[in-house]
């Protein structure tokens, strides 16, 4: 039997499962994904890479649908184990392709220098990482996820002055070199939350879920059952 080969019905349905969410995923992200991609059913899998294959055969590849020349690569490595010499190819045939971002959809962490390596590679080569584990399932389908939008100019303005904040007062999300959520929105803006309505014991009107913040110590905290913020978010474009 050949090495990495997938052959026991389990992890192939995994598979199946998880190259759908990439699917989502990129759509969501503003990548051209079309239709029948996106509905694929377990058989199409099978017809495509047959009962039996490498993880590697998943691969794909998308560009931005307002610009081709942006492109992004989505690998799933064969090995359990991910280091250097993986990412190191990644690299080569991302550089040779002229691709600049990638993704990485992991059985198992990536070793320590392999970690290192990747920031090396900011900002000129972006790979992120995500778990089998973590792609199961899309993440925005559940019903305690907001959506995210990335703010215009204006629209940060109009906010800020609305609640009297100034930026610092504003939440960051955590800093995780190589890591990125689903609807990650990465371009140096601002993130506006879609809150998600929860049932309480005292009824509230829609604006009052939607915009009530609390101030502490010169700060603002949010209340958790809202699911609803503003956030900040890192420098980079995706």
Wanted: proline share 4%; aromatic share 8%.
């Amino acid at each position: 039997m050949s090495a990495g080969l997938v052959t026991d019905e389990a992890t192939v349905g995994r598979l199946y499962r998880i190259r759908r969410t990439v699917m989502q995923m990129l759509r969501d992200r503003g990548y051209l994904v079309v239709d029948h991609e996106l509905a694929t059913s377990r058989r199409d899998f099978l017809r495509k890479f047959g009962e039996s294959f490498h993880r590697e055969d998943l691969l794909i590849n998308k560009y931005k649908k307002n610009d081709p020349s942006d492109q992004i690569y989505v690998f799933f490595p064969n090995d359990d184990k991910v280091g250097m010499k993986h990412i190191k190819k990644y690299v080569e045939m991302m550089t040779h392709e002229n691709v600049s971002r990638a993704v990485l959809v992991l059985q198992q962490n990536l070793t320590p220098f392999a970690k290192s390596f990747l920031i090396e590679l900011e900002p000129k080569i972006h790979l992120e990482i995500f778990q089998e584990a973590e792609m199961l399932i899309n993440i925005k389908e559940h019903v305690l996820v907001p959506e995210h939008q990335v703010l215009t100019n204006e629209e940060k303005k109009t906010l800020l002055e609305r609640y009297t904040l100034k930026e610092t007062q504003v939440l960051r999300p955590e800093a995780r070199p190589g890591r990125e959520d689903h609807q990650a929105q990465r371009d140096g803006g601002q993130i506006r939350y879609i809150p998600v309505r929860c049932m309480t014991e005292r009824q509230n009107t829609e604006e009052e879920e939607n915009h009530r913040y609390v101030k502490k110590n010169s700060s603002y905290t949010y209340p958790t059952c809202l699911q609803t913020s503003v956030s900040l978010c890192s420098s980079s474009h995706w």
